[in-house]
């Protein structure tokens, strides 16, 4: 059966943790091509918006979601357990932490690095098998940097792009714009080294 992307903001158990926004997990969700059968890994999971989604579009695979905050890790469970979604580990951790005894992976989402993306790219690139996605986002410019600057010298090759969305918003008998934050989307594909 074939899931489309998309689940309302609203459906999300989301106290005061950042969340990828529904426009952004769409696109995000599409560059990684997530499978029935994929094994995904989403790094700086927030809320698990990704985490969800990525592990009700492959009821055959798995999800992992890493997470350095007790309260992000306990909405991620509490959204867990609303979507009845069974295929998905919580790994309570600062990436790369919690990377190191992972299996071979189909594709790894960043939505949060803490300052650590050398690193944790280091880790995603030995954990991806060849022909894996890699996405990344970044709602500062220093981040969308640090994406290109550590790419380079990888075996990956990738593309980027720059997201605006806004949202209509009922102003009486009109509708205005409500703009989101921009945000830097870059996926990358392994190559043979």
Do not use: C
């Amino acid at each position: 059966m074939r899931h489309f992307f998309g689940i309302e903001d609203e459906e999300f158990i989301r106290g005061d943790v950042p969340m990828t926004k529904k426009e952004i997990r769409m696109v995000v969700m599409n560059a990684a091509r997530v499978e029935e059968d994929s094994v995904v890994l989403d790094v700086g999971a927030g809320t698990g918006s990704i985490s969800i989604e990525a592990a009700i579009a492959a009821p055959k695979g798995h999800v992992y979601a890493i997470e350095r905050f007790e309260k992000a890790t306990d909405l991620i469970r509490q959204n867990q357990e609303k979507f009845g979604v069974k295929n998905l580990t919580i790994i309570e951790a600062k990436a790369p932490e919690g990377m190191e005894d992972l299996s071979e992976l189909d594709a790894v989402i960043i939505g949060g690095s803490a300052g650590g993306m050398g690193t944790i790219m280091d880790e995603a690139t030995r954990l991806l098998k060849v022909g894996g996605r890699l996405v990344v986002t970044a709602v500062t410019m220093e981040t969308g940097y640090t994406i290109l600057k550590e790419l380079k010298g990888r075996p990956y090759t990738y593309e980027g792009f720059q997201m605006q969305v806004s949202r209509f918003r009922k102003a009486g008998p009109y509708h205005l714009l409500n703009p989101l934050s921009p945000i830097f989307i870059v996926t990358a594909v392994k190559q043979e080294a």
